[in-house]
C-alpha cells in the first residue's frame, strides 16, 4: 500500500493546471512563467488554507484563535515573499521542468478518480502519520504521536513544495542560497503553530482535528 498527501484543488487552480498543459502540448509560442508563477502561488495559497487556515475553526479558545490567525498570516506572509524572490521572467524552455515536476510529482487521481495536488510520501512518514492520527480515539490521545504526526506532514509538504520545486528552477547561487533559510523560517513558523495549538485543545477537539486531517492522507494500491 502506498501513501499519499493531497487535498482537492480549488476550480481555479484545476483551471490553471489545465491550461498550462494545453499551452505545453500545443507548443505555445506565448511565455510560460507568468502561468507558471500564478500555479506556484495559487498551490501556496491553497496548502495554507487546507492546512491552517481551515484548522482555526477547531480552536474553542477566541484569544488563542486570534493568535493561531497571526501566525498564519506571517507563514502566508513569508511563503509569498519567497516565491516572489524565486519565480522569475524564465524562457520556455527553463519552465518546462517547473511544469514536468508539478504534473508529474504533484498532481494525481485518488482511488475514486479525483484529481489531487500533492505527493507520495515515504514509508516511514506515511507510518508516524497513521500512528499519530490512530493515536486520538474518543477516549484518550498519545499527544507525542500526534504532534509528531502532525510536525511530520507539514515538514514533508515544505519539503516537496519549496526544496524538491526550487531543485527545478534556474537559480543563480544567492537565490539558492536564500531557500534552506525561508524553510527554515516557515517550518519554525510550523511548529509554533503546532506547540500554540495543542496545549488548548480537549480531546473533543483533538479527534476533530484528526477528522480534519485525516482526508489528506491517501492510499493507493
Known amino acids: 500500500m502506498t501513501h499519499y498527501f493531497g487535498f482537492e484543488p ?45 484548522l482555526i475553526s477547531v480552536i474553542p479558545d477566541e484569544e488563542r484563535k486570534a493568535k493561531m490567525k497571526g501566525i498564519v498570516n506571517k507563514i502566508e506572509s513569508a511563503t509569498d515573499t519567497m516565491l516572489n524572490i524565486l519565480l522569475g521572467k524564465d524562457s520556455n524552455k527553463e519552465v518546462l521542468p517547473n511544469f514536468d515536476y508539478l504534473k508529474n510529482e504533484t498532481y494525481f487521481e485518488d482511488p475514486n478518480g479525483i484529481m489531487r495536488v500533492g505527493f507520495k510520501l515515504d514509508e516511514a512518514t506515511a507510518k508516524t502519520i497513521n500512528e499519530g492520527f490512530d493515536s486520538v480515539t474518543e477516549t484518550s490521545v498519545d499527544k507525542e504521536k500526534l504532534q509528531a504526526a502532525l510536525m511530520a506532514m507539514n515538514h514533508a509538504v515544505v519539503d516537496h513544495f519549496i526544496t524538491r520545486f526550487s531543485e527545478t528552477l534556474p537559480l543563480g547561487m544567492f537565490k539558492r542560497k536564500s531557500i534552506p533559510v525561508a524553510k527554515a523560517g516557515i517550518n519554525k513558523a510550523l511548529e509554533v503553530a503546532i506547540n500554540k495549538l495543542f496545549p488548548q485543545l480537549p480531546l473533543e477537539s483533538l479527534n476533530r482535528l484528526v477528522a480534519f486531517y485525516r482526508p489528506f492522507i491517501i492510499e493507493k494500491q
Request: proline content about 2%; cysteine-free.
Open 10 to 54: 480549488t476550480n481555479k487552480l484545476s483551471n490553471m493546471i489545465e491550461e498550462a498543459e494545453l499551452k505545453i502540448s500545443s507548443n505555445s509560442d506565448e511565455a510560460y512563467y507568468p502561468l507558471r508563477n500564478s500555479i506556484s502561488h495559487q498551490i501556496g495559497l491553497e496548502i495554507i488554507d487546507n492546512l491552517l487556515v481551515n
